[in-house]
């Protein structure tokens, strides 16, 4: 198996005159987690959309599993795309109010020809179970869900293509803080199970840093750092993202006023 499975290289967006992704280059690798992290407006999710094949790129290449995708339409990638799949912030509107989690889950298996209707159902308990969900949610509505429990059938979703990379757009920033800490746990023990890839795009560095095992830093449309999680976040050359990590929301007060004390000391030395 080739040591990467996403590459970018150069990639360059532009929107009108805006150029929005400048010269990226990124790698993410089998079975890894590789974190996204900038504040708000930076291209993350430009980038997110370039290599799920939903969003454009001006130059540069975006070779995945050894093919090069950037300038293939997305509908002429049809089994190559089953490999990335994506799971979304918002579990309120990411699903379809009118079907049953069943339906949810077979569209993706049926629409990509993989299976017939049939046989794509007696894969919904499996799917199901990997998300820690009940047999039983299989004929209810996502109305009848919390929004942790909606992001789990979201990534059962993603899952049932048994994909290689999901991108991961802000997954857990709708949720609540606890809800935020079993839904990311359940990314890792996911990923210990399947050796599935994610490229998990986030605004909160600690969020990033719990789950990923490289961190990418993006301002300004460029990526400022990539390295190991536990080098980008704690080495102090790197003001920028120091700021990120303590401008990030926690639950714990006390955490709270050490961060609060850290970023005032920050400041008063930049
Ligand atoms: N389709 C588009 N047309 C024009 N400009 C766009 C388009 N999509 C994104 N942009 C611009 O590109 C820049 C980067 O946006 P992007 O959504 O990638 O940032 P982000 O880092 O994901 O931000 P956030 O954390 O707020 O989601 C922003 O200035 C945005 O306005």
Same mark, same amino acid.
């Given at each position: ?133 009940? &047999? ?5 509505? =996502? ?5 942790? *429990?909606?992001? #789990?059938? $979201?990534?059962? /979703? %993603? ?82 993202? &120091? ?5 990030? =929301? ?5 955490? *709270?006023?050490? #961060?609060? $004390?850290?970023? /005032? %000391? ?5």
């Amino acid at each position: 198996m080739s040591d990467v499975i996403v590459d970018c290289i150069g990639v360059n967006t532009h929107f009108g005159a805006h150029h929005v992704l400048k010269n990226i280059n990124l790698t993410v690798r089998p079975g890894e987690t590789v974190g996204l992290v900038g504040e708000s407006g930076s291209g993350k999710t430009t980038l997110g959309r370039a290599i799920l094949g939903i969003g454009p790129i001006s130059s540069g290449r975006i070779v995945f599993e050894g093919q090069d995708i950037g300038g293939v339409a997305p509908r002429d990638r049809k089994g190559r795309a089953a490999s990335i799949q994506a799971v979304f912030q918002d579990p309120y509107t990411s699903l379809n109010p009118s079907m049953t989690i069943e339906d949810i889950l077979i569209e993706p298996i049926v629409a990509r020809g993989q299976a017939a209707k049939a046989d794509a159902a007696a894969q919904v308990h499996k799917l199901l179970d990997q998300v820690a969900l009940p &047999k039983d949610a299989a004929q209810r509505y =996502p109305r009848e869900f919390s929004g942790g *429990q909606r992001q #789990r059938i $979201a990534i059962a /979703r %993603a899952l049932a293509l048994s994909p290689h990379l999901i991108v991961c757009d802000e997954p857990v920033s709708a949720l609540d803080l606890s809800t935020q800490a079993r839904v990311l746990d359940l990314f890792v023990e996911i990923q210990e199970r399947t050796g599935v890839a994610y490229l998990f795009v986030s605004h909160d560095l600690s969020v990033v840093r719990h789950i990923s095992h490289r961190v990418a830093v993006m301002r300004g449309g460029e990526i400022v750092e990539f390295g190991e999680c536990d080098q980008v976040t704690a080495d102090p050359q790197h003001d920028y993202t &120091k700021r990120l990590l303590l401008a990030a =929301p926690v639950a714990d007060p006390v955490r *709270q006023a050490e #961060r609060r $004390a850290a970023l /005032r %000391a920050l400041s008063r030395g930049a």
